[in-house]
């Protein structure tokens, strides 16, 4: 049952504004945040930042629309929570790619308990890389999470042959970018000390060892300092997003998927770890498509399961960078 709240009413502007700020949490591929906000009094405009791009692990820019489509996601999340109805314009200028989408109010709407539970979650939503705990996921929560995503895209939830498949697929994968000079590089620096302050990963938030896995994570190339109890992932789920293009406009409704999942996941007490890797080459991006009977196109893999209350301590948040480094609102100057 839905309960309506109501607000004092405000400026689009002040709420597009809070909104972008929200947008900063968002998941993105090596915590890159390839994302910039402008914000104007009658709009909100999302941009692609191409220099936080990916050029060896994500030539073709499908994570980080991903990223994009979470951040997007979230900004709908937290203007909904506000009290305002938006219309969404994705990918709005053929002539401009990196204009990800624009966000118009529409009017005011009222405000749920979910939507304000959703928005909340969107400050606690983290990444915990350890094994989860041997809980199963109850069927109830994994409908809901389900639910969540389709109404954005589309998910799969894999049988246990298909993560068997996955499996060895990520296993193929980690080898492959092993043997990349290139990709070694990037993932050096996103998890290093040279790292753009306030983005990657650092130490804290990678395992201190290899964890017990059905599927295998990225490796790294290095190891972190989250310290990692016993235990195996035996009662993990796992799923794909899917859709049925695989073009910017399909990657961006897919980050979109992700966050909505994401956040309803975190609402029950869910762990959910995106696995790029196994997407990015191209051998095991075909075995995924296999997996969906190539009826549609892989966007990412996902490791679902309880959070291991015996783990010691939850992990530290990502660094984010400064909000004027991913929030421009300059516009509003003459609104002041």
Same mark, same amino acid.
């Given at each position: 049952?839905?309960?309506?709240?109501? $607000?004092?009413?405000?400026?689009?502007?002040?709420? $597009?504004?809070?909104?972008?700020?929200?947008?900063?949490?968002?998941?993105?591929?090596?915590?890159?945040?390839?994302?910039?906000?402008?914000?104007?009094?009658? *709009?909100?405009?999302?941009?692609?930042?191409? *220099?936080?791009?990916?050029?060896?692990?994500?030539?073709?820019?499908?994570?980080?629309?991903?990223?994009?489509?979470?951040?997007?996601?979230?900004?709908?999340?937290?203007?909904?929570?506000?009290?305002?109805?938006?219309?969404?314009?994705?990918?709005?200028?053929?002539?401009?790619?990196?204009?990800?989408?624009?966000?118009?109010?529409?009017?005011?709407?009222?405000?749920?308990?979910?939507? &304000?539970?959703?928005?909340?979650?969107?400050?606690?939503?983290?990444?915990?890389?350890?094994?989860?705990?041997?809980?199963?996921?109850?069927?109830?929560?994994?409908?809901?999470?389900?639910?969540?995503?389709?109404?954005?895209?589309?998910?799969?939830?894999?049988?246990?042959?298909?993560?068997?498949?996955?499996?060895?697929?990520?296993? *193929?994968?980690?080898?492959?970018?092993?043997?990349?000079?290139?990709?070694?590089?990037?993932?050096?620096?996103?998890?290093?000390?040279?790292?753009?302050?306030?983005?990657?990963?650092?130490?804290?938030?990678?395992?201190?060892?290899?964890?017990?896995?059905?599927?295998?994570?990225?490796?790294?190339?290095?190891?972190?300092?989250?310290?990692?109890?016993?235990?195996?992932?035996?009662?993990?789920?796992?799923?794909?997003? $899917?859709?049925?293009?695989?073009?910017?406009?399909?990657?961006?409704?897919?980050?979109?998927?992700?966050?909505?999942?994401?956040?309803?996941?975190?609402?029950?007490?869910?762990?959910?770890?995106? &696995?790029?890797?196994?997407?990015?080459?191209?051998?095991?991006?075909?075995?995924?498509?296999?997996?969906?009977?190539?009826?549609?196109?892989?966007?990412?893999?996902?490791?679902?399961?309880?959070?291991?209350?015996?783990?010691?301590?939850?992990?530290? *948040?990502?660094?984010?960078?400064?909000?004027?480094? !991913? !929030?421009?609102?300059?516009?509003?100057?003459?609104?002041?």
């Amino acid at each position: 049952m839905s309960h309506e709240t109501t $607000f004092v009413d405000r400026l689009p502007a002040a709420a $597009f504004a809070d909104a972008a700020t929200a947008a900063s949490k968002a998941p993105s591929i090596l915590n890159t945040q390839p994302w910039l906000w402008e914000v104007h009094p009658d *709009r909100l405009d999302l941009f692609a930042n191409r *220099r936080r791009q990916l050029a060896a692990g994500d030539p073709q820019g499908r994570q980080l629309m991903l990223s994009c489509g979470a951040a997007l996601h979230h900004a709908r999340v937290a203007l909904a929570a506000d009290g305002w109805a938006v219309h969404v314009d994705r990918l709005p200028h053929a002539g401009d790619p990196d204009l990800v989408a624009t966000l118009v109010v529409s009017g005011r709407a009222p405000v749920t308990m979910e939507g &304000l539970r959703l928005a909340h979650m969107i400050w606690i939503r983290h990444t915990d890389r350890r094994p989860v705990s041997e809980q199963p996921i109850p069927e109830v929560g994994l409908q809901a999470i389900e639910a969540a995503a389709r109404a954005e895209g589309d998910l799969q939830i894999l049988s246990s042959e298909d993560v068997a498949d996955l499996g060895s697929a990520a296993c *193929r994968a980690a080898a492959v970018e092993a043997g990349d000079a290139q990709v070694a590089a990037e993932l050096a620096y996103w998890t290093g000390r040279a790292r753009l302050a306030g983005t990657g990963l650092p130490p804290s938030v990678l395992p201190a060892h290899p964890t017990q896995t059905i599927v295998p994570s990225r490796d790294f190339g290095r190891p972190g300092t989250l310290p990692v109890g016993a235990g195996h992932d035996h009662a993990a789920v796992y799923a794909l997003l $899917f859709g049925d293009g695989d073009g910017p406009h399909d990657w961006l409704r897919a980050g979109e998927t992700l966050s909505a999942a994401w956040l309803t996941a975190t609402t029950i007490g869910v762990s959910v770890v995106p &696995l790029s890797g196994v997407v990015e080459v191209a051998d095991t991006w075909h075995t995924l498509r296999r997996l969906l009977a190539r009826l549609g196109y892989p966007y990412l893999a996902l490791r679902l399961g309880i959070a291991n209350p015996e783990q010691p301590g939850p992990p530290p *948040r990502t660094p984010r960078l400064p909000r004027a480094r !991913v !929030v421009d609102d300059s516009a509003l100057s003459d609104q002041r």
